[in-house]
């Protein structure tokens, strides 16, 4: 009983964690472009979904983040049972299992967001490319600069004056 109230806390951060999804598509805005009707652009638009989950290898960031995790878990158990029949016994390796599962779980959270988060980027950019080179709109955050040159930072003296006689 007392195992289970030393691991308990950590159960809620768990299930939380195992609830956060990445929606399955674009996480960006596009708009039909110029002189296109609605239909075309949705057809545009199935096929950037396409063109982009072929750049992504075909993974959805939810399957991504899942995996990372169970991997995290099972490597956590692994090295906790080690650890537990190392130090103490049979008794110890369950012990060591459970709460190396539950960190492991914890930090195969993590692990799995930050991979799901960067296959979503890549995601979207693939799709943002294939949209624009359609002729569709998309809006995107940023600042341009404009790349002119700029006059040297010193200046040149000025010759001196002729000698006087």
Do not use: W
């Not at 929606?23 to 979904?49: H, I, W, Y």
């Not at 979207?124 to 700029?150: T, W």
């Amino acid at each position: 009983m007392k195992r289970l109230l030393r691991i308990s806390p950590l159960l809620p951060a768990a299930v939380l964690a195992a609830c956060v999804t990445i929606p399955d598509g674009p996480s960006v805005m596009a708009l039909p472009g110029t002189g296109k009707n609605f239909d075309q652009f949705r057809s545009d638009d199935l096929e950037c979904r396409d063109y982009a989950r072929v750049q992504v290898g075909g993974t959805n960031p939810n399957e991504t983040a899942a995996e990372s995790m169970a991997k995290s878990a099972a490597l956590g158990a692994a090295i906790g049972a080690a650890a537990g029949a190392a130090g103490g016994g049979q008794s110890g390796a369950g012990t060591g299992a459970g709460v190396g599962a539950a960190f492991g779980t914890l930090a195969g959270t993590g692990a799995g967001e930050a991979s799901a988060y960067g296959i979503q980027r890549r995601y979207d950019n693939a799709y943002i490319q294939c949209m624009y080179a359609k002729g569709n709109k998309v809006p995107v955050a940023g600042h341009l600069e404009s790349r002119q040159p700029q006059p040297p930072a010193y200046v040149t003296p000025p010759p001196p004056p002729p000698p006087s006689r």
